[in-house]
């Protein structure tokens, strides 16, 4: 099946089993790694990309329904060697440790910023709610997060896709209160750009 759709800002057209889910195209054909995949189900977030400004598991979605559609993964937030500010706020906040979950919850962010420029710290538990972490509790993602909408707030930040979009929440339960991660160590900065920028962030399924 021939597919043409839009990556991070650039028309992409290629063959693809019709069963093909995205995760695979975007990993497997596209090199696009920065998109984990952890349970495969929709459960853990790790995959979440954005179609049409809109969050969503890419595990669950056969490659044929993005068809002429745009699609925003983990390395096309930051543009020009800079980063955007939700990438910025996760290295500033300490909100990366093993960095697998980072991609997803950047993501899913991101799709809340877009939907919500400066949303209230319940909007981001619950934007947040499909997206799992087993190393920072939520604290320090909420607080990143919480600042990030601050920092485009007051104009700063990097580049975004045009203003729109959709919150997608899984649950209206707290992403939970845990304790604010440690602070980010040496690799902070490459789980947080992807790998097209720098480096494949660290994990079993990297």
Not at 11 to 23: K, Q, T, W
Not at 35 to 64: M, N, P, Q, Y
Not at 127 to 138: D, E, Q, S, V
Request: aromatic share 2%; glycine share 16%; hydrophobic share 40%.
């Amino acid at each position: 099946m021939r597919l043409s759709f839009e990556v991070n800002g650039v028309r992409r057209e290629l063959d693809v089993d019709p069963a093909a889910r995205l995760i695979d195209v975007l990993r497997d054909e596209l090199g696009l790694t920065g998109t984990k995949e952890g349970c495969g189900e929709g459960e853990c977030g790790a995959c979440t990309v954005l179609i049409d400004d809109r969050a969503v598991d890419s595990c669950l979605v056969i490659a044929a329904q993005v068809r002429d559609k745009r699609v925003l993964t983990v390395e096309g937030l930051a543009r020009d060697g800079e980063l955007d500010v939700l990438q910025q706020q996760f290295i500033d906040h300490g909100a990366v440790q093993c960095g697998f979950c980072t991609p997803g919850m950047l993501m899913s962010a991101k799709a809340l910023l877009l939907a919500h420029p400066q949303p209230t710290e319940r909007q981001i538990r619950v934007a947040l709610a499909g997206n799992l972490c087993r190393c920072t509790g939520y604290g320090a993602i909420i607080a990143a997060v919480t600042a990030a909408g601050r920092a485009l707030a007051g104009g700063g930040g990097a580049w975004g896709p045009e203003d729109g979009g959709e919150t997608v929440a899984t649950s209206d339960e707290a992403a939970g209160p845990g304790a604010a991660g440690a602070p980010a160590g040496p690799s902070a900065a490459d789980d947080v750009a992807g790998p097209g920028a720098a480096g494949v962030p660290p994990g079993g399924n990297a």
